[in-house]
């Protein structure tokens, strides 16, 4: 039974087109970014990088840096009071400062903290680093040829899966092969990398910083600074745009020492150039695919080998790589499949998280073959398409069955359904390349193309997922008033809105305030992989129908606001509750079998591009976006 | 000597030796104005896009000393007496056309600037008087219509 979206009178609630209760203090510029904490004595603190792509380090001497006038630390490897090495999963590799070598341009060797920023910068160009450069290994395909130096001590595989389904050697009357080969990119959010740490009396150390996940943050800064995850603190401060640019530590762990060397409370905020080496990236990979199916256009079998360059650490590229195996075949149902996948180290910038994590790689390789298999049997593309696409309880190639409804019709013949932009007119800025093109329009033709695509909703393989929250009613002068607390990261996407309509509708309370998110309650997760809409309003249900089962009322017939006010009395009440998603497993080592993903969103796409076919300038006029989102919480976000 | 100038209304005066460094620091690391924003400090984004002497332009472009004795307009000084928010900085609200909300303080000042030289845009219009100021969250197409908002108001 559906539950009713919204209550009576109370307004804001499910389904509601709702303005950001943020919204006014980003359009005034008075909405505090992390790049725009300030704090009495603060110092500022910069980071010295390596310029070399790979290098042994033989020696760093600070002598020099710390004479510099208004320098009040210089901190190397050395100075790391814990655990020397950092990462979000098992696989804990990434050095807080680099000690016997660096394996990428740009990776932090030591950092600085001084009275203004020209000093810090000085101090740092003063910072004397013996490297002996070596050459790179810059190909993903060069680091597993024999004879390659391991970049690692385990080598340069950094993981391979294997997925195996029915008959992976099926033939079929028709067959399309092809090589694809995508880039990689940056999220390149708005707001810098920035943190403020301030020294705390107890020798712990607070932390305002803008981040995906306070709590995976915090693991991993108490133990590089050696001290119990209690004593460091941690609140989320106002976050310029994330997309999984922000799942790694940058700043956190060397503002935290800074302020603990000089006792003061330290900023630090990236430039541009710095933060493009300051996060991770988008895994380029390479990708061959096979696609055999009949000559009605059914589907027989499916083998792709994936590459992806998972650059110098390993970040999340296990969980990468395994997403974009296990979604390689796309939204299809493929009875035989072979799906190799292999993400390995090499001396570029680390690769992990970054929005569709895996999925949007492998959907160019297997919508590119659909395009190809269609045309070769001159079957329209969209019906190609829906006559494959998966179905509720279909078997994928790791035999996980697909949970929840897939409409492909809906979705591919809605964008089919949406008008085409204009053609290009007479006014040049229609054309491609704009009013800075140098053809005269009389070149450019129109192409348009469809796309289905999934992605796995949350953690998967196995990761004990789940988030906290924690609900307070009270009634102050008679109306009821609720607080909400989660870790949960408002990164631009709304989060605080979706917190604070599963409020009104679970307790039928107007006024419903989110307190800021920090490390006092326990951990929401990441703000990745779509799934903090999911597990805050799993988390929030929980605690609010623990409150009215306090109250001994029922969601179908919630009180009004002065029943409500009557039952709470003068005391407040509070609820925390945890919520998790249904386990998945790990896939199997040898055949990749296993109930991987928990759930899984579809979309699809269709492009109207303008290519200039004598210049080569391509224009997208149009995308049109289809995307199953179920209810929508918030139409307006 | 000190430079003298006018932000949002307000006499503001900051040392000469600061007049060498662009006026987006001096807004934000001398005076503490935190509106105009610091996404790339190179005019490719547009995020610090304040108005000086009613002409928009990169606060991290421009020398703060080329901004002695001027008026520097930021969106902070947007508002009304009473809170009434700018009939674009409202249709962004109302659109949808905020989330993360790094760009909108230039977003805010470019639509605005646009509307002031063309008040009835067509898209191609608002796209080319926005084409200065990214967004990374939105893809565009509710701040295209927070424009066409303001524009019918």
Redesign the interface.
């Known amino acids: 039974m559906t539950a009713p979206l919204t209550v009576p009178g109370v307004r804001g609630g499910v389904g509601e087109r709702l303005r950001r209760s943020d919204g006014r203090p980003k359009v005034t510029g008075e909405f505090a970014y992390a790049s725009d904490l300030r704090a009495d004595n603060m110092l500022v603190g910069v980071t010295l990088r390596s310029p070399h792509a790979s290098a042994l380090v033989r020696g760093i001497d600070t002598a020099a840096a710390r004479s510099v006038p208004k320098v009040r630390a210089v901190l190397t490897h050395e100075d790391v009071p814990g655990a020397k090495l950092v990462g979000m999963g098992p696989d804990k590799d990434q050095p807080v400062l680099a000690f016997d070598r660096v394996r990428y341009h740009g990776e932090p060797v030591a950092v600085v903290a001084a009275e203004d920023l020209t000093s810090a910068r000085r101090a740092a160009e003063a910072i004397a680093v013996d490297y002996e450069p070596l050459e790179p290994l810059t190909d993903a395909a060069a680091a597993l040829a024999s004879g390659a130096p391991a970049l690692h001590p385990q080598g340069n595989e950094l993981r391979a899966v294997t997925i195996l389904h029915g008959d992976p050697d099926t033939d079929g009357p028709v067959v399309v092969r092809g090589t694809y080969d995508v880039g990689m990119q940056d999220q390149a959010f708005l707001g810098p990398e920035a943190g403020l740490a301030r020294p705390l009396p107890d020798g712990g150390v607070e932390l305002e910083v803008a981040t995906q996940a306070l709590h995976t943050d915090r693991e991993q800064v108490a133990a590089a600074l050696g001290l119990p995850e209690e004593m460091v603190r941690m609140t989320l401060a106002g976050v310029g745009g994330a997309f999984g640019g922000r799942e790694d530590l940058s700043v956190h762990v060397h503002a935290c020492m800074l302020a603990l060397a000089t006792g003061r409370p330290v900023r630090m905020v990236y430039g541009r150039r710095e933060s493009f080496v300051g996060h991770v990236h988008r895994h380029p990979a390479t990708l061959e695919y096979e696609h055999v199916a009949n000559e009605r256009g059914d589907l027989l079998c499916v083998r792709a080998r994936l590459l992806l360059d998972g650059g110098a650490y390993a970040s999340s590229s296990p969980a990468v790589i395994s997403n974009a195996s296990t979604q390689a075949c796309g939204p299809y149902a493929v009875p035989n499949a072979r799906i190799e996948g292999t993400v390995v180290y090499t001396n570029n910038p680390p690769c992990g998280a970054m929005r569709g994590f895996g999925a949007p790689q492998v959907a160019i390789a297997h919508e590119a073959q659909m395009d190809r298999l269609a045309e070769r049997l001159g079957i329209d593309p969209i019906e190609l398409r829906v006559r494959n696409a998966l179905e509720t309880g279909a078997e994928m190639p790791t035999g996980q069955l697909v949970p929840g409804p897939v409409d492909a019709e809906a979705l591919l013949e809605g964008v089919r359904g949406l008008p085409e932009p204009a053609e290009p007119g007479p006014d040049p800025r229609s054309w491609p390349g704009g009013a800075f093109g140098a053809g005269e329009g009389e070149g450019v033709r129109r192409g348009v193309g469809y796309a289905f695509a999934f992605k796995n909703i949350a953690f998967s393989e196995g990761f004990d997922d789940y988030t906290v929250a924690r609900v307070r009613l009270s009634a102050p002068d008679g109306v009821p008033l609720v607080e909400v607390n989660t870790a949960a990261a408002e990164v631009g996407q709304g989060v605080v809105g979706v917190a604070e309509q599963i409020a009104r509708s679970e307790l039928g309370v107007e006024d419903v305030r989110v307190l800021p998110a920090d490390t006092a309650v326990g951990s929401a997760g990441a703000a990745s992989a779509s799934r903090l809409t999911w597990m805050v309003a799993g988390a929030l249900s929980a605690a609010c129908g623990a409150l009215r089962e306090r109250l001994g009322i029922e969601r179908d017939a919630l009180p009004g606001p002065s029943d409500l006010a009557g039952l709470v009395g003068d005391e407040a009440l509070e609820e925390e509750a945890t919520y998790r998603h249904r386990e998945t497993e790990r896939m199997d080592p040898h055949s990749g079998r296993g109930d991987v993903h928990t759930g899984f969103a579809f979309v699809a796409h269709r492009a109207v591009v303008d290519v200039d076919v004598e210049l080569g300038i391509a224009r997208v006029a149009q995308l049109a976006c289809a995307g199953d989102v179920g209810r929508a919480i918030n139409p307006l976000a | 000597m000190s430079i003298r100038l006018r932000v949002d209304g307000v006499d503001r005066e900051v040392p000469e030796e600061a007049g060498d460094e662009s006026l987006l620091r001096v807004l934000?690391d001398h005076l503490?104005l935190?509106?105009?924003?610091?996404?790339?400090?190179?005019g490719e984004?547009g995020?610090c896009t304040v108005a000086i002497d009613g002409e928009i332009a990169c606060a991290c472009l421009v020398p703060a000393g080329q901004a002695a004795g001027r008026d520097v307009e930021?969106?902070?000084g947007?508002?009304g007496p009473d809170g009434e928010?700018h009939p674009v900085?409202e249709a962004?609200?109302?659109a949808?056309g905020?989330?993360?909300?790094?760009?909108?303080?230039g977003m805010?000042m470019a639509a605005r600037d646009l509307l002031r030289r063309n008040p009835d845009p067509t898209d191609?219009d608002i796209?080319?008087g926005l084409t200065g100021n990214?967004?990374?969250?939105t893809?565009y197409a509710k701040i295209m219509a927070a424009v066409r908002l303001a524009a019918g108001r």
């Open positions: 934000r503490g935190i509106a105009p924003k610091n996404a790339c400090e190179e984004c995020s930021t969106v902070a947007l508002a928010l900085q962004l609200l109302e949808g905020v989330q993360c909300g790094y760009c909108t303080p805010v191609d796209r080319e990214l967004c990374r969250c893809g």
